[in-house]
């Protein structure tokens, strides 16, 4: 159903570009009608076309119909219309992609950020059951032929992700101090502190970026506000540049806008955020690809103006401000 209150709703979010559309596929549709006709004026090839028929009618008066070529030409832009859920360009100068896909974020290709809290705790009791942390330990199940799991997948998770917290880099961003959340202490780190860890998600294993992007005050009541998540932010482009990532692509959701109820930054600005710093960095990430996952509901919802979004990658990838730099 999502999706086809989403196709619809492109018909008025992305009007300007469907009428767009529609002119180029009429003409295109015209001159396709034109080229027939002078086809036709060969009168062995007419004789041919008359003696050819499709359900009753002669193929030649298909051929010279305006109106089947002009019908053909509106549909094709009608359909086109879902393409405007997604946008992809290159930044100019340089073989890096910047993608805008609205869509389940497990179904992009590629490494996934997943946004977290700052204790790194797994357990539904903890985070709840609305974060796409949640979401990921509800799809897990081993690959198929592989032997089932001995827990849960919250608590696979919460053990995954503290072995891949022990490394050197994540226990330099430890902080002093312990957080007492549903019985049980945890480490804290410090906002935007990454942990990469490897699951089974839907069976297929896939390579995640734990991102610590909240503070969990209380079990299911994590916060965060601008400027804790736009330093999480750029953190994360820091310790890429420095480790790299193990895909060339890297899927990342607009970030802290969901169960952290972060409000004092819109959902389009952390979008826009996320697309500029990257342009700005992606020189020295080492990433051939940026999708940027937009929860469907938030479109819908009006959260998100993915026109304007889509401008401002657009204008991102033909101006980058890397054509200024000296060295």
């Not at 159903?1 to 767009?20: C, D, E």
């Not at 009753?56 to 089947?68: Q, Y």
């Not at 410090?190 to 860890?197: D, L």
């Not at 819109?266 to 992606?282: C, W």
Request: glycine residues 8%.
């Amino acid at each position: 159903m999502s999706n086809i209150k989403v196709f619809f709703k492109n018909f008025t979010a992305g009007r300007k570009a469907l009428l767009k559309r529609m002119g180029i596929y009429l003409a295109s549709a015209l001159a396709v009608f034109e080229a027939a006709n002078i086809f036709l004026e060969d009168g062995a090839v007419a004789r041919w076309c008359e003696g050819v028929s499709l359900g009753g009618i002669s193929l030649k008066s298909v051929l010279t119909n305006v109106l089947l070529y002009l019908g053909a030409g509106a549909l094709f832009a009608i359909l086109r219309q879902g393409s405007f859920a997604h946008y992809c360009m290159n930044i100019a100068g340089t073989d890096v992609k910047i993608e805008i896909s609205m869509s389940d974020i497990f179904s992009n290709k590629g490494e996934i950020v997943v946004p977290c809290n700052t204790t790194f705790s797994g357990r539904k009791e903890v985070i709840g059951g609305r974060s796409i942390q949640t979401q990921m330990t509800d799809r897990l199940r081993p690959p198929k032929g592989g032997a089932p799991f001995t827990e849960s997948g919250d608590i696979l998770l919460e053990r995954t992700a503290e072995q891949a917290l022990s490394r050197p880099e994540c226990q330099a961003r430890r902080l002093p101090g312990q957080k007492a959340l549903a019985g049980r202490l945890y480490d804290i780190y410090e906002y935007g502190t990454m942990a990469p860890i490897r699951l089974p998600v839907d069976g297929r294993e896939r390579n995640i970026i734990l991102l610590a992007v909240a503070e969990m005050l209380e079990p299911d009541k994590p916060k965060t506000d601008g400027v804790h998540l736009m330093k999480s932010i750029d953190d994360m482009w820091e310790q890429i540049a420095k480790s790299r990532i193990r895909e060339q692509t890297l899927v990342v959701p607009i970030l802290g806008t969901g169960s952290a109820g972060i409000t004092d930054k819109p959902q389009q600005t952390v979008a826009r955020y996320i697309l500029r710093t990257f342009a700005d960095n992606a020189h020295r990430l080492g990433i051939k690809k940026l999708i940027l996952s937009v929860y469907p509901q938030d479109y819908l919802d009006d959260k998100i103006n993915l026109e304007e979004l889509r401008c401002y990658a657009d204008y991102l990838c033909r101006f980058p401000d890397s054509d200024f730099r000296i060295s």
